[in-house]
């Protein structure tokens, strides 16, 4: 008798530790400053947002691509690239000599208040998130397993069922970690209760 893990979902974290500091806290501190002055500088995303992201700043629909606009995020998408290539290595991706690069990156302050719903990253091949500031108590990162909608008569898992068989898990977040996922992991942040903002950069990588 043999019990098999077949067709396991991948989720990798890291807590980000640049060439030049063996913590990346200063590059944390430049880029909560940006953060912060982008939200200033950015009308067009704060309309947005103000529609779209009740409580929150995000600059999605209006400066998706900081990696290209700003020496400091540059500099957190080259210590990016680094952990995307170990993930790659992981799922054993074939790219038939392309290279996964990042294609999006943006900006999301989430004030009391403010929640990401459920969704996917379409056309993307691996997405993450880079937090840059977590208060205590702000919510984590909520997973769906993708086999979800599929689960017919199926009964529910026990209290205690590992982690590997709960159809939803919650990786809590942390400031100067990282987490990748493939883009077809649907995914969401529960409402933010807490008083002090909580800020991530949200990317994409594409090897199309």
Known sequence: MSTELLFPTLVYRALLRTRASRD???????????CRQLRLDDAAG????????????????SAHRMQRLSPTFAA???EIDR???RFARKLEFDLGGRVLAMTDCWVNIMGRGAVHGLHLHPL?????????????????????????ERFMAAPP????????????????????????FESWLRHEVLPHREPRERVSISFNYNWF
Do not use: C, F, M
């Open 124 to 148: 993307a091949t691996l997405s993450g998130v880079y937090y840059v500031a977590v208060p205590a108590g702000a919510p984590g990162l909520k997973l769906e397993d993708p086999r979800l």
């Open 46 to 61: 704060r309309r947005w947002s103000a529609h779209h992201y009740p409580n929150g700043y995000t600059s999605y629909a």
């Open 157 to 180: 898992r026990a209290p205690a069922a590992r982690r590997a068989n709960r159809p939803w898990v919650t990786l809590p977040a942390r400031a100067g970690q990282i987490v990748l």
């Open 76 to 78: 957190l998408a080259g």
């Open 24 to 34: 990346g806290v200063a590059l944390n501190a430049r880029l909560l400053k940006e």
């Open 83 to 85: 952990h995307v290539a």
